[in-house]
């Protein structure tokens, strides 16, 4: 799914017009990446939690010659999902 697709989902389900559906996710996705890049956890009840690590640096591999290298530390964006959207994706069919 893309934003423009979540824009038209918005769409169809409120009456915005394309515009305003797309402006509408835009801002909701902005919000959401301002909070993370200041640190702050992002809650949306009923589907999940996005939250800033901390990753520690670390030595790697590199794979094809076995030379060792050291990775850096760094901060990763992780999401974790509520119980409601794990128990709904684990009893849909494959």
Same mark, same amino acid.
């Given at each position: ?8 989902? +918005? ?8 515009? =305003? ?16 890049? =200041?640190?702050?956890?992002?809650k949306?009840? /009923?589907?999940?939690?996005? *939250? +800033? ?6 030595? /790697?591999?590199? *794979? ?11 901060? +990763? ?10 128990s709904?994706?684990?009893? *849909?069919?494959?």
């Open positions: 799914m893309t934003k423009a697709d979540l824009a038209n989902e +918005v769409h169809k389900e409120n009456g915005l017009s394309k515009k =305003e559906s797309s402006d509408v996710v835009e801002l909701i996705l902005d919000t959401m990446k301002k909070t993370l890049a =200041e640190g702050e956890t992002v949306i009840a /009923g589907f999940g939690t996005f *939250l +800033v690590r901390k990753k520690g640096a670390r030595k /790697g591999r590199n *794979l094809q010659t076995g030379e060792e290298i050291p990775i850096e530390a760094r901060k +990763v964006v992780t999401f974790k999902p509520s119980h409601q959207f794990k709904m994706v684990e009893s *849909l069919p494959f």
